[in-house]
């Protein structure tokens, strides 16, 4: 039979509470996880990250401005700094699905805070005399202006860590661009045979896409710079010092190394989540940009005999329990799968912020949740296609060659020689005998062999030609008008 785990028992406004007798955190969070067994999901690092870079801001300016001792400042702010470190991550037990507006993870962070303070100062953890978690940690602060304060910052540390994956991304994609510049192959639309396409070009497009919507959340989150702490409980800064938003802000921004700022008004910033909608709404274009691209490396990769097989993935793993030799698009098949995820959590965070009432948008727990989970996997996905998958991809040229010059949209070149309805007819009877469309045309003196050559040469078809290149005459072949372009010289 196990042994009974020591407690020590502490006292909240609610009545007594036994609490493990070496954690760090007190009553209220013991309480919180009581209530709250949902998920098994804790706290993201970086949302841990952001409340004790604004628990140490706000003890230094406390200290600043005489409303704590020197001595509590001190010791709350290395307490901190140990937070910051990692070396309390077991400590932060509540729950992602919790209270509302956050006040469980808030005041699981006071008491892990006010408890190594006063271990610091040469107290026990329950003894809160020289350091309390709501009188001196918590100083002139509420959930509702800490909270909104550490979901925004936290995600604005959280891209940090994206935006360099992205860029990785987006270069791979354009090495492979440049690798494949001169690798031809047929254009597909609407599933089916198109005028023909560079492998480089397709895949210079996929970095754009990238870039595109790295740029897009770039944009969306400037709002996240603009802060409401300070705002205390509704938004007017009841019980805080006149310069104590500032002066705090300020000492965020250089801990962060992010330029922030008051927001221009308190009672906004508590009361719209609108900057979290914006960052989930560029996470979730993302998202849908990549569901789209990995669909196509799916596509482009399939096969090996069945499928189109024009671009080889690198093997990471044996495919079937039961087929030898199978091997998946393992890493494509996960970016999509995140990216669905992902739309899912930015459906869930737009409910959330919707949700506000008056004065407090109580739901922050689940949109800081939804919105920092989106920027992690994302990242971690996206780093894992760029290295493992994107970046040792390489072409099948005669698979692309063969696709190239069978495709029946070569007859497009055809339009301005004998008219779309002519080119047409020679499509269908490419389409019913198997025979090509240069075959075709060469077979009925259509174009002379220089022509066809220059014409029909699918590289050609890749970039725009100009104007002037060639000047129009009229010949009669079998009856019908045609208009030859002779190069201008």
Known sequence: MAAAKKTRRETDSLGEVEVPADALYGAQTTRAVANFPISGQKASPFLIRALAMI???????????????????????????????GRH????????????????????????????????????????????????????????????????????????????????????????????????????????????????????????????????IRRNAVTLHALGLGGSAVGTGLNTHPEYSQKTIAKLAKLAKLELHPAYDLRYAMQS??????????????????IRISNDLRLLSSGPNTGFNEIHLPSLQPGSSIMPGKVNPVLAELTAMVGFQVVGNDTATAMAVQAGQLELNVMMPTIAHNTLQSITILTHTLHQLDEHCVRGITANKDRTAFYASSTIALATALNPYIGYRKAAELVKESVASGRSIVELAREKKLLSEEQIAEILDPKSMTQPQKKNDRTPRQEVLTGSPVIFWDSVT
Do not use: W
Request: proline share 4%.
């Open 55 to 85: 628990k140490l801001a706000a003890a230094e300016a406390n200290a600043e401005l005489g409303l704590i001792t020197p001595e509590q400042g001190r010791a709350i702010a290395e307490a901190a700094q140990e937070v910051l470190d």
């Open 89 to 216: 991550d077991g400590e932060f037990v509540v729950d992602v699905f919790q209270a509302g507006a956050g006040v469980s993870l808030h005041m699981n962070t006071n008491e892990v805070l006010a408890n190594r303070a006063g271990q610091i100062l040469g107290e026990s953890p329950g003894t809160y005399k020289k350091v309390h978690p709501n009188d001196h940690v918590n100083y002139g602060q509420s959930t509702n202006d800490v909270f909104p304060t550490a979901m925004r910052l936290s995600a604005l540390l959280a891209l940090e860590e994206l935006y360099p994956v992205l860029d990785r991304l987006a270069a791979s994609f354009a090495v492979k661009a440049r690798e494949f510049k001169d690798v031809l192959k047929a254009g597909r639309t609407h599933m089916q045979d198109a005028v023909p396409i560079t492998l480089g070009q397709e895949f210079a497009a996929y970095g754009v896409a990238v870039k595109e919507a790295a740029a897009a």
């Open 273 to 290: 989540c609108a900057p979290m909608a914006d960052v989930s709404g560029g996470l979730r274009g993302l998202a849908l940009e990549m």
